[in-house]
């Protein structure tokens, strides 16, 4: 027969081995969602979240889409200033 002292201590290993990993993934799951709804890095095909206006775009300095990197180039970094135009 076992101890009851030992079956307690497989108890809590067993329960800590299943606690530990749900607790981790609810945590990645939590990131994700908090990632999303705070207006995170679009993807270059995602849909744009400021209707092609990257001017004041609150996800302009993270925003990987192919405009945006372009309005950064233009403004020299500056987020949401006005491109310079080009004097000829």
């Known amino acids: 027969m076992t101890r009851p ?10 329960a800590a081995a299943v606690r530990w990993p ?11 969602l908090l990632g999303r709804s705070a207006g995170g890095p679009l993807d270059p095909d995602e849909k744009c979240i ?5 001017r004041g775009c609150r996800a ?8 945006a990197e372009l309005f950064r180039q233009e403004t020299g970094g ?6 310079e135009r080009r004097r000829s």
Not at 5 to 14: Q, S, V
Not at 23 to 28: F, I, N, R
Not at 60 to 67: D, F, Y
């Open 60 to 67: 302009l300095g993270a925003c990987r889409s192919p405009q």
């Open 78 to 83: 500056r987020l949401g200033d006005a491109p």
């Open 22 to 32: 749900l607790a981790g993934g609810l945590a990645l799951l939590a990131a994700r």
């Open 5 to 14: 002292g030992k079956r307690k201590k497989r108890r809590a290993i067993l």
């Open 50 to 54: 400021s209707q092609g206006l990257c």
